[in-house]
């Protein structure tokens, strides 16, 4: 039975910094947000917004599109890292304020969890939601996977540069519209790490940024060399001698924390897949560079970021390879399109895979190109950490919800923030009736509750 993701809608927060004026306020050169990270805007919740409004405004939008009813869904999920209750899931927050616009108890036939593991839960999610179709145990009814976080690091970090917040949900079902999953290829990798963490009762994660980038890309290799042999066995993909799995993927999405990410986990499993093929030796001698190796080629990640001379000589070699035609080839057909919005959006931590997708979709779309037929290959991580590689063939009827999506139309209007108002709302100095914007037909956050007997208890609205 078929089954994958039949729309696609996205929440994001009116406030937003400007990556020139974070850069000055910082003592940074922008060119390293804009040009070396891939960084422009970054969207930031008001006093009166947190995960679950994101969410559920994110829900409301996608059921009102497609003329959804509560009795269509039969599972709600919702997947982040920004969870504020150790025991209450945040789904349950979701539909008590989608209640309030289709009535008292509207959803009580619908099942659905939070689900945790950094930036890749969403992508479990959506693996269990559509093998739960799968299986047939749907019985017609379709899932909602939400994917919403709000991406904030300790001022004056090194994490700060890479914020951002938003939802996005994924309606899934068994006759999908825009991708359906290939099956029995879902590939994935764990291990137990330190990499980006967030311990009870901290509002912002510790991370060991450069250890980090290094962990996402060999974990997503990992899943990948898992994914190919899956692909292979399964008769999914057959490999003509000199081809490699990646050529037959049309387009990557990949996790993206910053949008160069993208790019640099690219180069990094390309290099990967393509060493042990002809076309390398020829790359190489146009290079006029081999490929540097570290002192300790089976050390650890720190010895790895700790042998100075390699860091050095790798930077120097993936800088020219990611000039070279082959690779501008693979960056434009296959990559940079999804890379758009997180541009302009900023991290997503769960969402932003899903937000990449999205916008693969549509700025493809707006090329010209047919997608129908088209494989997506995903790359999904989360620290602490694990990764996901999976695929899916996007759909004939894709072009009834793509023709639709307008990024620039759906996140106006915005404001920009100055320094001084960014601080004061990171810093968390304002409460929920102080707002920046008054938005209208939204779900907010009204009060948190802080008596003894029913601390943190959220009280929420749809605005009117
Ligand atoms: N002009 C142009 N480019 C410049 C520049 C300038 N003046 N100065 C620096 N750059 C370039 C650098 O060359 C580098 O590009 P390359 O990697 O292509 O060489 C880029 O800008 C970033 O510079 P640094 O690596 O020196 O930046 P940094 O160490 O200060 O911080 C970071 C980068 C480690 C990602 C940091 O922002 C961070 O810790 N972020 C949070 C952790 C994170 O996002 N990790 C990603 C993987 S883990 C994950 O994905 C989970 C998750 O969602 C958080």
């Known amino acids: 039975?078929?089954?994958?993701?039949?729309?696609?809608?996205?929440?994001?927060?009116?406030?937003?910094?400007?990556?020139?004026?974070?850069?000055?306020?910082?003592?940074?050169d922008p060119e390293k947000l804009q040009k070396g990270l891939g960084v422009s805007q970054m969207a930031i919740v008001d006093t009166n917004q947190d995960p679950?409004?994101?969410?559920?405004?994110?829900?409301?939008?996608?059921?009102?599109?497609?003329?959804?009813?509560?009795?269509?869904?039969?599972?709600?999920?919702?997947?982040?890292?920004?969870?504020?209750?150790?025991?209450?899931?945040?789904?349950?927050?979701?539909?008590?304020?989608?209640?309030?616009?289709?009535?008292?108890?509207?959803?009580?036939?619908?099942?659905?969890?939070?689900?945790?593991?950094?930036?890749?839960?969403?992508?479990?999610?959506?693996?269990?939601?559509?093998?739960?179709?799968?299986?047939?145990?749907?019985?017609?009814?379709?899932?909602?996977?939400?994917?919403?976080?709000?991406?904030?690091?300790d001022l004056g970090s090194s994490g700060e540069m890479t914020q951002g917040a938003g939802a996005v949900v994924m309606l899934l079902n068994d006759e999908p519209r825009l991708l359906a999953f290939d099956p029995k290829v879902t590939a994935t990798s764990i291990k137990d790490e330190y990499d980006f963490y967030r311990p009870f009762g901290k509002e912002t994660p510790i991370v060991h940024g450069q250890y980090s980038n290094l962990l996402y890309m060999i974990q997503v290799r990992k899943a990948l060399e898992i994914y190919k042999k899956k692909a292979l066995s399964s008769g999914l993909m057959k490999l003509e001698p000199g081809e490699t799995i990646l050529d037959h993927m049309d387009y990557l999405n990949m996790h993206l924390p910053y949008s160069n990410m993208g790019k640099k986990a690219l180069a990094y499993l390309i290099r990967h897949e393509w060493r042990q093929l002809p076309r390398w030796k020829k790359l190489i001698q146009d290079m006029g560079m081999l490929e540097p190796v570290p002192k300790d080629p089976r050390g650890t990640i720190e010895s790895v970021l700790g042998d100075e001379e390699f860091m050095a000589k790798d930077h120097e070699f993936t800088k020219l390879f990611t000039k070279t035609k082959e690779f501008q080839e693979v960056y434009e057909s296959k990559l940079a399109s999804s890379l758009i919005a997180s541009k302009m959006i900023g991290n997503l931590y769960t969402a932003s895979l899903y937000l990449g997708f999205r916008s693969c979709l549509e700025f493809e779309y707006q090329k010209g190109i047919d997608l129908n037929g088209k494989r997506v290959g995903f790359g999904s991580y989360g620290s602490g950490s694990s990764a996901m590689v999976f695929s899916g063939l996007i759909q004939p009827q894709y072009e009834e919800v793509v023709k639709n999506?307008?990024?620039?139309?759906?996140?106006?209007?915005?404001?920009?923030?100055?320094l001084q108002e960014y601080e004061i709302l990171h810093e968390n100095k304002l409460s929920p009736e102080e707002p920046m914007l008054n938005t209208k037909r939204e779900f907010i956050l009204v009060d948190v509750n802080t008596t003894t007997e029913s601390r943190g208890e959220r009280r929420y609205i749809f605005n009117e």
């Open 1 to 28: 039975m078929a089954a994958g993701i039949d729309d696609i809608a996205i929440y994001i927060p009116r406030l937003f910094i400007d990556a020139a004026d974070f850069a000055k306020a910082r003592g940074l």
């Open 52 to 153: 679950a409004c994101l969410a559920a405004n994110a829900c409301l939008q996608i059921m009102q599109k497609n003329k959804l009813s509560p009795e269509d869904i039969g599972r709600l999920y919702v997947s982040t890292e920004s969870s504020f209750d150790e025991s209450k899931a945040m789904n349950s927050y979701v539909i008590g304020m989608l209640e309030q616009v289709y009535g008292q108890g509207a959803f009580e036939h619908c099942g659905g969890v939070e689900t945790k593991f950094a930036c890749v839960s969403g992508s479990y999610a959506l693996y269990d939601n559509t093998n739960w179709i799968r299986a047939g145990e749907a019985e017609g009814k379709q899932a909602l996977v939400v994917v919403s976080d709000i991406a904030k690091y």
């Open 405 to 418: 999506m307008n990024l620039e139309a759906e996140l106006a209007p915005r404001r920009k923030l100055t």
